[in-house]
């Protein structure tokens, strides 16, 4: 059925709900896998004498996270016993969403996976939401895989 499945995982417990329903569909379709961590970070500030400006902690905790979750991700690729690779892309001032959809037509996906914490109306709106606007940008299909860390349910939902 898939060939190809892109799971995007930040290192948060949805997105690990996510990758475990990616790794099921390629355990299924005998697909490969692509774990992608997206790492926001903007171009730094020089100065006249060409030194970084910045700060330089929030990147590298960032950095150290997306190992993390990589580790992670290669770990459940072991588990699964499914073919996976694992990536970290920086955004480069890009929104992750567009990012994340680079790397699906990048990479010749035929399904993305992503995590989404169920929020609604206005606690939404102020936060944003990636997987709504990678949805809106998206070539190919995307599952959901909504938690709700309120309640600690979980559930599917598939946007085509």
Known sequence: MYRHILAAIDGSYGARLALEQALVLAQDSHAAVTAICVIECSTPFVNICGDYIGEEAPVTLEREAAAAALEEANDLFSVYRVKGKSHTLASRGKDIATVLSHAADMYDVDLVVMGTHGRRGLRRFALGSVAESFLRISNVPVL??????????SEMRVAL
């Open 144 to 153: 959901f895989v909504r938690h709700d860390p309120e309640s600690s349910e």
